[in-house]
């Protein structure tokens, strides 16, 4: 396939972002897992759970065990389908967005994103990533780690050995 060139003046309406938007640098934390479970049975998922923040800010902490125990009733009430049972979460400022890989198609991750208000799980709701987007920015640099330690865990012989490896390949520090 011949690719065609792109002249500058094509360029001139695409990428126009105001002079004012700025975005400060993330930095990620690695928060633990969420493991939702019923009464004594098996789990139906494990999260690696990530608390993003601006540079320099802390979540505040009952903000990230409310976010756990959101995520850990979303899928015991079947919002959030457990499919392979590996994923991982990101808190971020208003939202929480949860990925967990496929099982039809394993080499895809499933997403769902809530937002809500003012540090408040009681409003949290689902947001249509078709019209929001699925990841920030910010958060691709974690899909990114996510999606490195799936292809290790994904190319090896998917022991249980390897399943250990993948719970512990985390990311933490600057984005």
Request: hydrophobic share 40%.
């Given at each position: 396939m011949k690719r065609?060139?792109?002249?500058?003046?094509?360029?001139?309406?695409?990428?126009?972002?105001p002079k004012s938007y700025a975005n400060p640098q993330r930095a990620v934390r690695f928060e633990g897992y969420v493991i939702p479970r019923k009464e004594n049975q098996d789990p139906k998922a494990i999260f690696k759970f990530y608390d993003m923040v601006i540079r320099g800010e802390k979540t505040p902490r009952e903000l990230v065990v409310d976010a756990k125990k959101f995520l850990e009733?979303?899928?015991?009430?079947?919002?959030?389908?457990?499919?392979?049972?590996?994923?991982?979460?990101?808190?971020s400022r208003n939202t929480l967005n949860a990925a967990l890989w496929d099982k039809s198609e394993p080499i895809v991750p499933v997403n769902y994103l809530y937002e809500f208000e003012h540090n408040n799980f009681n409003t949290a709701t689902k947001v249509d990533i078709n019209k929001k987007g699925a990841f920030c920015m910010w958060e691709l640099e974690i899909v990114n780690h996510e999606k490195e330690a799936w292809k290790k865990y994904f190319y090896s012989d998917r022991k249980n050995i390897?399943?250990?490896?993948?719970?512990?390949?985390?990311?933490?520090?600057?984005?």
């Open positions: 065609s060139k792109i002249g500058s003046q094509e360029l001139e309406s695409l990428g126009n972002i009733n979303e899928v015991n009430k079947k919002v959030i389908l457990p499919h392979l049972g590996m994923g991982f979460a990101i808190l390897y399943k250990l490896a993948w719970t512990t390949d985390t990311i933490q520090g600057d984005l």
